[in-house]
């Protein structure tokens, strides 16, 4: 992975790097090896000096926000004002149940992601926080120091739940990520958030929207790219390539030639 984020940082065609934020695997193996992805990213953050980076996305319920809030504007000042603070309402059963971290009903999680929202932009914006919700309490909570990106770093949203999650993002994101899909999939989840952007009053040219992109069974970076052009057709500002394993540098030059003529 150092290797990985090393070499791309020196290629000005990839914007931003990506971490997960979970203890198991979520593909193959899910008893297998997994790094902790905050303190993987800190080091990354480290071994580089350009690209944005964030973790797609930190389940809200792993940590208490007001800890959250910390490590985040920690690591923008770590990254020199690089930090993308991805957030999600959770849903890993398996490695929640495992360590007795409760993950509540889909209401419940919904319920609790709006809350920690509010929670994280009161302690990354403002001197003092206070907050009274059902999950989450607040007196007079300071975060100091604060990161250089202002009001905040730019709050990234992963999901595409219609009636919550888009909403959710409508009001407190400045970057959703679509998990992937064909653009038709794509375009009837964009017209939900456009329609609760409506409903908040917001602008949703307000929003970057990234969404993943993964490579074909072939392995050829050629299809990742006209995978991409696809959904930039229909409003997809950044795609996040999920690199194949194992992670070697070996495939980022290709990859670079093959999204070239997209720029």
Request: one cysteine or more; hydrophobic letters at 40%; glycine letters at 10%.
């Amino acid at each position: 992975m150092l290797a990985v984020w090393k070499a791309a940082d020196d290629i000005d065609i990839f914007e931003s790097g990506w971490t997960f934020d979970h203890f198991y695997p979520i593909v193959g193996d899910t008893d297998g090896p997994c790094l902790e992805g905050w303190l993987t990213l800190t080091a990354l953050a480290q071994a580089t000096t350009r690209v944005r980076l964030g973790n797609l996305v930190t389940g809200i319920h792993y940590r208490h926000p007001a800890v959250l809030a910390n490590m985040a504007s920690t690591l923008d000042i770590i990254s020199g004002g690089r930090l993308e603070l991805g957030i999600g309402a959770g849903w890993n059963e398996q490695e929640s149940g495992a360590y007795g971290i409760e993950l509540g009903t889909p209401r419940e999680r919904s319920d609790r992601f709006e809350e920690a929202c509010e929670v994280l932009v009161g302690l990354l914006r403002d001197e003092t926080t206070d907050f009274h919700g059902t999950f989450y309490q607040l007196t007079g909570a300071r975060n100091e120091p604060k990161g250089p990106q202002r009001p905040h770093p730019p709050i990234v949203i992963g999901g595409s739940g219609e009636k919550r999650t888009l909403r959710t993002v409508a009001r407190f994101a400045q970057h959703w990520n679509f998990l992937g899909g064909s653009p038709e999939e794509f375009s009837h989840k964009r017209d939900v958030l456009y329609a609760h952007c409506e409903a908040v009053g917001r602008d949703p040219k307000e929003i970057l929207i990234s969404s993943h992109v993964r490579f074909g069974p072939d392995g050829d970076p050629s299809g990742v790219a006209e995978r991409a052009a696809a959904l930039e057709a229909v409003g997809v500002d950044l795609a996040i390539v999920v690199l194949p394993t194992p992670h070697t540098p070996a495939i980022l030059e290709p990859l670079a030639a093959a999204f070239e003529p997209l720029r």
